[in-house]
């Protein structure tokens, strides 16, 4: 073998057992690099997965900002949602076999049931939070922290489901209850917002979508939205109250926070239900104390959900053929202008995709 074909092999090789990552320093969006390092190997109870795309949420942002207070490991991986292939198997694994299409889990720990925590330390041990994300080509992880990707989805769709499209889930369905006949209302057109809109309408509930954007609400409305309300032309609370006959609304998906509740207290119907899922307006929130007495409405606080529950997801979304909405995908090496994209407000999702 002459010196080219072998440096040409030891580079193959060399490249081979590489792979590509994002990580942190310290937080804010200068500390990001990408940077090449050695693809792991699973250790026992772990599998290696290849990883196809890598869905962000607004949770990401906040993190990667320094805006979400939390305890990271430097250096730091962001990013909670993926979806890929296991590569290879670990000692004792059980749950998965090589070429099986997964994605993660938001809280790993979380199975089933009630989350580990006290009143004093509130659960949130979660995949690009406390534990390593998922911003790289390979990743090693637990058995236990994977579900099986829904078969009617490929992986650009299937990493939207671990933390937007769960949560939604988990606030109508897994808490909710949510049943045909009844009425859910969606603050604007994010990830969370569009996978409530399409499960509420598996579901047989009249969906009311409030926004900014006419064209948004336009989109909305294409979705399956029964009501598009445009927040900045009207007071929007008075427009439920006469698209509803005055009733209000059965559940409303509270994405704003901050002071926003007040305006979900005078929306919700009596003994409705509020989910309150967003911060974008803050994390103090507050609201009149007369409605809230009166009306005796459910406020339920939604830190995602379980696996057991993400699985039943799975299958809805298999049964029922919904389809996660996505706005763009970047390439990998684009973090930077995904996340500026998520500034200016995606309808939707946004996806990495480390590949072609």
């Known amino acids: 073998m002459n010196e080219a074909k072998f440096l040409e092999k030891i580079m193959s090789q060399t490249i081979s057992k590489t792979m590509q990552r994002w990580t942190m320093s310290a937080v804010g969006r200068d500390n990001l690099t990408l940077s090449t390092a050695a693809i792991p190997e699973p250790g026992p109870g772990e599998v290696l997965v290849r990883v196809n795309a890598i869905s962000l949420n607004y949770r990401d942002k906040i ?51 009630k989350p580990n925590g006290t009143a004093r330390t509130p659960p949130y041990r979660t995949l690009g939070g406390v534990y390593q994300g998922m911003l790289a080509e390979y990743v090693v992880i637990n058995e236990n922290w994977l579900v ?46 569009m996978f409530a809109l399409q499960i509420a309408k598996t579901h047989g509930a009249k969906v009311f979508v409030t926004s900014s954007s006419d064209e948004k609400l336009a989109r909305a409305k294409a979705l399956g939205a029964d009501y598009g309300i445009n927040r900045l032309q009207s ?18 998906i509270e994405t704003v926070g901050g002071t926003n509740l007040a305006n979900s207290l005078r929306a919700v119907a009596v003994h ?22 009166l009306k005796s409405p459910a406020i339920q606080g939604i830190g995602v959900g379980h696996r057991r529950a ?38 939707g999702k946004i996806v990495l995709t480390p590949r072609d």
């Open 63 to 113: 993190v990667i900002d320094g805006t979400m207070p939390l305890a990271l490991p430097f250096p730091f991986t962001p990013a909670s949602d993926m979806a890929g292939v296991v590569e290879s198997l670990g000692e004792g694994v059980t749950r998965f076999q090589p070429g099986a299409r997964v994605i993660s889990t938001f809280s790993p720990d979380w199975i089933d049931g």
């Open 148 to 193: 099986a990707s829904p078969t009617s989805l490929d992986d650009i769709q299937a990493s939207t489901l671990p933390c937007a499209g769960l949560t939604a889930w988990f606030a109508l369905v897994e808490r909710g209850s949510l049943h045909a006949g009844q009425s859910v209302l969606v603050q604007g057109t994010g990830g969370v917002s």
């Open 235 to 252: 007071d929007w609370v008075d427009t439920v109250y006469e698209l509803t006959d005055e009733y209000g609304i059965d559940h409303i």
């Open 272 to 293: 409705g239900r509020i989910s309150v899922i967003g911060v974008l307006d803050g994390y103090e929130i507050s609201g009149p104390a007369g409605e809230l007495l």
């Open 310 to 347: 993400l699985e039943d997801f799975i299958r809805a979304i298999d049964a029922n053929r919904i389809k996660p909405v996505i706005e763009t995908c970047y390439r990998f090496e684009e973090l930077l202008q995904a996340l500026a994209h998520l500034d200016r407000g995606a309808f």
